[in-house]
């Protein structure tokens, strides 16, 4: 008996070998070297010894990374509460209301953004929200103002439209499989016990479909935090994120050891904030068991 569990056993690990050797050498060791560099002294474009500190007591005393680190962190919250309350009524509608044979017709739709670049996608945005823009041209050709809104110069504003439109599919596809789980058969109970279809859906069908949308959350929050792109595309790098001074460190102050560091930091604290997100939320999920 032990010699056929011992069998299993290395079969198993056979198994899992390639991908475990993929992993490692995909995710950890790029990891673990960003780790190694923000310890290092970062001077004339490379990294060397002595190992020191200073690079992270730089980051707590000067505001500027202070200040960027809050703005990611702030527009992250806001685009993953507008994505979420985006998805979840559009997931609600397909699960509930879409006949179960067109369901797959509709889940092909919505990942029809995929099929674009983000970068063309990010970048029909500046058109959309722009000066002299369509937002523009549909609200001055409604007489509904007389001056050029041109979100585009609200950078802040402009980058939660945008990221919250390019992450939407990902959030719906989370909540509607949630939702797809959901017992009818309890829905149906809670009317029957007299319930308004509201107090149901707040009583029955929310809680149950709460594993998804925290599942959502952590799928927009954390890229959102790191992203690069949509700062410099929509804000004109004028509304910097953290990401994009990682980009400066790295690239234009050919710093790496510090740009490492900013990379350690962020990373940091994003895991906590999601850790802690994840934690209180299995604890309400518990409590409702």
């Known amino acids: 008996m032990a010699q056929t569990n011992s069998s299993e056993a290395k ?7 390639p991908p475990a050797i993929y992993a490692a050498l995909l995710l ?26 200073e690079n992270y007591t730089e980051l707590v005393q000067k505001p500027i990374y202070r200040v960027l680190m809050g703005r990611s962190l702030m527009i992250s919250f806001l685009v993953t509460l507008a994505t979420v309350l985006l998805a979840y009524p559009i997931a609600y509608y ?19 953004p995929f099929w674009t670049s983000y970068i063309i996608r990010v970048s029909l945005w500046r058109t959309i929200l722009g000066y002299d823009g369509i937002v523009d041209s549909i609200v001055m050709g409604l007489g509904l103002s007389d001056t050029q809104l041109n979100i585009l110069s609200n950078g802040v504003a402009s980058i939660i439209i945008t ?29 029957d016990l007299g319930e308004s279809r509201w107090m149901t859906f707040l009583r029955v069908t929310l809680p149950l ?17 790191g992203d690069y792109v949509t700062p410099e595309l929509i804000g004109g790098g004028k509304t910097p994120m ?15 050891a510090m740009g490492s560091a900013i990379a350690v930091a ?6 906590v904030i999601s850790l802690i997100f994840v934690l209180l939320n299995r604890r309400f999920l518990g409590g409702r068991k």
């Open 28 to 53: 950890a060791a790029p990891l673990a070297t960003v780790v190694i560099y923000s310890v290092l002294t970062g001077e004339k474009g490379a990294v060397s010894l002595p190992f020191t500190i």
């Open 266 to 271: 962020a990373m940091t604290i994003v895991a």
């Open 209 to 225: 479909s709460l594993p998804g949308v925290i599942a959502a959350v952590l799928i927009v929050f954390i890229p959102t935090v």
């Open 94 to 112: 397909v699960s509930f209301y879409v006949k179960p044979s067109k369901k797959a017709l509709w889940l092909f739709l919505i990942t029809i």
């Open 11 to 17: 079969s198993g690990w056979l198994l899992i070998s």
């Open 163 to 191: 990221l919250a439109h390019a992450y939407a599919p990902f959030a719906v596809l989370p909540i509607f499989v949630s939702l797809e789980k959901v017992d009818r058969s309890l829905l149906e109970a809670g009317q």
């Open 242 to 256: 953290i990401a994009n001074l990682m980009e400066t460190q790295m690239l234009k102050q050919r710093d790496q």
